[in-house]
């Protein structure tokens, strides 16, 4: 955990005059990681892959949604590129299109995770007592299910559907950023400056935002970027098992799990959406990998 | 020691209970009434009110909850399934014994593939093994495991038909599984495996053994991979837990009949005693593997046993560093087991701190 307090403090509140002396750990941050060869090819990946969800509708050779009753589930040919799936919709424009709804879901969960990890961490750390200890017990009970489970007891409760997914996974995954936000809460909160804080009579909501959570910006900004490609794969993972998102959303999860029926007639259906999220989960991986070596170049040796 | 392992345990209980209890308040405000959706379609109000009555759904909250963890804690009965008609403990209790072998040959494969790879990379630390493994580990962490499994069963079984897809008949029909459900884990194993190790490696006490003149292999077995230990059992807790809720998914498409594909049929049923009873069951289970690394801690880690040897250091300043314990851990470990000999030099840290809060760097525990 980062508590490079010199470093990433003043970069909310710096000073023009400060910033001369030394460079933040932001811009020192993105010098390392710019030298990082493997870390670039991740976001090379993944910007292409953002670029593509942006401009699917003008890149893709058919509507994903119209059927070509002729070519219905067939594999790969020069007219339809990826094949078609079983009723005939253009496979590649339909993969493409997910894009949207599968980078849309894994960042919205993944930001839902981390940001309900802020606000309940920061309450169990700053106040302490037994809204702490309540919360660390939750925590303690929530991460003995696992994971997957919690998300589908949740999709039970919501219902199905592609929103509700994303909060399934969201509070199923947001133990870990409990934890990680109230041991950095911990760390700091008998320090000096927000001695200095509490003496110039600043809110606790104050002392919160400005002083405490920008401390813990770093191992948040991990989380939230590796966490992205683990909510891809465990929204497909729920659709497999019937929940999650369903069939006829173009989401690369349901489509593989719509597609599981017919893998012995036609296996394309199931291995190019599984293709599209290994692409993803992998450049994503590997550009959090370097990430996490530029902000903390004590790990890296 | 005695002691710690008795704290464990009584934490592992309260942890399957508040389990029990989340799941069953959840599950009761999931919209929609069961009664309903059981009764046929042409049942009149008072059909339904008195399949509710039988169901004893017309209870206030409080007493349903308390029927339930009466019954699931005291009389080890998790009701009938609704759609079965059947018990649900039993039909888990039949089920139990081939999930749990299926999670235990997944982590078993996971451990022994996965810290001695990394360790390997770690000695051969810049080289071409070294390199190509940890590219290698990155594309194993990143491939989802129900779709290695579905390539898998189109390459093995439908097109070679080398191995079955699906049933438990023979030892075969567990390979294609465990391997899909292992290959993540091992590729993150070996990650922390070579990181730990390459920590250890730089230590002091390892310079001075081999300036001691030390042959390498004692080097390695005796400070290494005992100080290594420590950071690989905290990852192997939550693979462990992955491997669980790895094996819902998995059971699923290898149509494995285990307790996550009786819970993943019930989901399809809306019978919600089967499902209550396998998250439950599934969640004790989990908390289990929790113990069990959190007794392996107790082993490999000097720093708790020597918290719990002197009482009157209970507690702890804050969260130490939880690595490199100095020299002579190695030996520390087994003299010191009546807790005479303390090695360490750190604060000893609150064990519910360190054994969760450590991981900040793992991959999630999903």
Same mark, same amino acid.
């Given at each position: 955990m980062v508590t490079d307090r010199k470093a990433g403090f003043p970069v909310a509140a710096a000073v023009p005059a400060m910033r001369q002396k030394k460079e933040g750990m932001?811009?020192?941050?993105?010098?390392?990681?710019?030298?990082?060869?493997?870390?670039?090819?991740?976001?090379?990946?993944?910007?292409?892959?953002? &670029?593509?969800?942006?401009?699917?509708?003008?890149?893709?050779?058919?509507?994903?949604? #119209?059927?070509?009753?002729?070519?219905?589930?067939?594999?790969?040919?020069?007219?339809h590129l990826l094949g078609t799936d079983t009723l005939g919709r253009d496979y590649l424009s339909r993969l493409l299109y997910g894009s949207r709804y599968s980078l849309v879901l894994g960042i919205s969960s993944s930001f839902l995770a981390v940001f309900l990890g802020i606000v309940i961490g920061a309450i169990a750390g700053f106040f302490g007592r037994w809204a702490d200890n309540a919360i660390m017990r939750m925590c303690d009970i929530i991460q003995a299910i696992p994971g997957v489970m919690i998300a589908i007891v949740v999709s039970l409760m919501l219902g199905n559907g592609y929103w509700v997914?994303?909060?399934?996974?969201?509070?199923?995954?947001?133990?870990?950023?409990?934890?990680?936000?109230?041991?950095?809460?911990?760390?700091?909160?008998? /320090?000096?400056?927000?001695?200095?804080?509490? #003496?110039?009579?600043?809110?606790?909501?104050?002392? *919160?935002?400005?002083?405490?959570?920008?401390?813990?910006?770093?191992?948040?900004?991990?989380? &939230?970027?590796?966490? *992205?490609?683990?909510?891809?794969? &465990? /929204?497909?993972?729920? /659709?497999?098992?019937?929940?999650?998102?369903?069939?006829? #959303?173009?989401?690369?999860?349901?489509?593989?799990?719509?597609?599981?029926d017919f893998i012995r007639s036609s296996p394309h259906l199931v291995i190019f959406p599984g293709l599209f999220i290994f692409a993803i989960s992998f450049f994503i991986n590997i550009f959090g990998d370097g990430l996490r070596d530029a902000l903390d170049p004590k790990l890296k040796k | 020691?005695?002691?710690?392992?008795?704290?464990?345990?009584?934490?592992?209980?309260?942890?399957?209970?508040?389990?029990?209890?989340?799941?069953?308040?959840?599950?009761?405000?999931?919209?929609?009434?069961?009664?309903?959706?059981?009764?046929?379609?042409?049942?009149?109000?008072? !059909?339904?009110?008195?399949?509710?009555?039988?169901?004893?759904?017309?209870?206030?909250? %409080?007493?349903?909850?308390? =029927?339930?963890?009466?019954?699931?804690?005291?009389?080890?009965?998790?009701?009938? $399934? @609704?759609?079965?008609?059947?018990?649900?403990?039993? $039909?888990?209790?039949?089920? %139990?014994?081939?999930?749990?072998?299926?999670? +235990?040959?997944?982590?078993?494969?996971?451990?022994?593939?996965?810290?001695?790879?990394?360790?390997?990379?770690?000695?051969? =630390?810049?080289? @071409?093994?070294?390199? $190509?493994?940890?590219?290698?580990?990155?594309?194993?962490?990143?491939?989802?495991?129900? @779709?290695?499994?579905?390539?898998?069963?189109?390459?093995?079984?439908?097109?070679?038909?080398?191995?079955?897809?699906?049933?438990?008949e023979s030892w075969q029909c567990y390979i294609l599984p465990v391997i899909s459900g292992a290959v993540a884990g091992i590729a993150n194993l070996a990650r922390q495996s070579r990181a730990s190790v390459l920590e250890v490696v730089r230590a002091d006490y390892i310079t001075t053994a081999r300036a001691k003149g030390m042959k390498e292999q004692l080097v390695?077995?005796?400070?290494?991979?005992?100080?290594?230990?420590?950071?690989?059992?905290?990852?192997?807790?939550?693979?462990?837990?992955?491997?669980?809720?790895g094996t819902v998914v998995l059971e699923?498409? +290898?149509?494995?009949?285990?307790?996550?594909?009786?819970?993943? !049929?019930?989901?399809?049923?809306r019978d919600y005693p089967a499902i209550r009873g396998s998250v439950v069951v599934l969640a004790a289970f989990t908390a289990l593997l929790m113990l069990i690394v959190d007794l392996a801690y107790g082993f490999a880690d000097p720093q708790i046993k020597a918290q719990y040897a002197d009482s009157t250091k209970r507690k702890g300043h804050g969260r130490g560093h939880g690595r490199g314990h100095g020299h002579g851990h190695g030996r520390g470990r087994r003299r010191s087991f009546g807790g005479k000999e303390q090695h360490h030099d750190a604060a000893p840290v609150p064990d519910e701190e360190r054994s969760r809060a450590n991981g900040g760097e793992e991959k999630d525990s999903w």
């Open positions: 932001w811009k020192q941050t993105l010098k390392r990681l710019s030298k990082d060869k493997m870390a670039m090819l991740g976001l090379v990946g993944i910007v292409v892959l953002v &670029f593509v969800a942006i401009v699917a509708p003008y890149i893709t050779p058919y509507s994903y949604e #119209t059927m070509d009753t002729l070519n219905m589930n067939v594999g790969p040919s020069w007219q997914t994303i909060w399934a996974l969201a509070i199923g995954g947001c133990s870990h950023g409990i934890r990680m936000t109230r041991a950095q809460v911990m760390s700091v909160r008998s /320090s000096e400056y927000l001695d200095a804080a509490r #003496t110039v009579n600043c809110s606790t909501f104050r002392i *919160i935002v400005k002083h405490i959570l920008p401390n813990a910006m770093s191992p948040m900004l991990l989380d &939230f970027t590796m966490r *992205i490609a683990n909510m891809i794969q &465990f /929204s497909a993972g729920l /659709s497999v098992i019937g929940l999650g998102v369903q069939p006829p #959303t173009p989401e690369w999860g349901a489509m593989l799990s719509a597609g599981r | 020691m005695l002691k710690y392992i008795l704290q464990r345990i009584l934490l592992m209980v309260f942890v399957i209970v508040g389990a029990a209890f989340l799941i069953f308040t959840v599950m009761y405000f999931v919209p929609g009434d069961p009664a309903q959706v059981m009764s046929s379609a042409d049942a009149t109000p008072a !059909d339904i009110a008195a399949k509710r009555a039988e169901l004893g759904l017309d209870q206030p909250y %409080l007493i349903q909850l308390g =029927r339930f963890m009466y019954n699931a804690f005291v009389k080890f009965d998790l009701g009938n $399934s @609704w759609a079965r008609g059947t018990s649900v403990m039993s $039909s888990l209790l039949e089920r %139990l014994p081939r999930t749990f072998l299926l999670g +235990f040959l997944m982590i078993v494969v996971t451990v022994v593939v996965g810290i001695p790879v990394g360790i390997g990379a770690a000695i051969h =630390r810049g080289g @071409w093994q070294d390199r $190509s493994l940890m590219v290698m580990s990155m594309v194993f962490i990143s491939v989802p495991e129900f @779709w290695l499994a579905l390539l898998l069963i189109i390459a093995f079984s439908l097109n070679l038909g080398w191995l079955p897809s699906f049933g438990i390695i077995y005796k400070h290494m991979l005992p100080n290594a230990l420590i950071p690989i059992i905290t990852i192997s807790g939550s693979l462990f837990t992955r491997c669980v809720g699923k498409i +290898f149509s494995f009949p285990g307790v996550g594909l009786y819970m993943t !049929d019930s989901i399809g049923m």
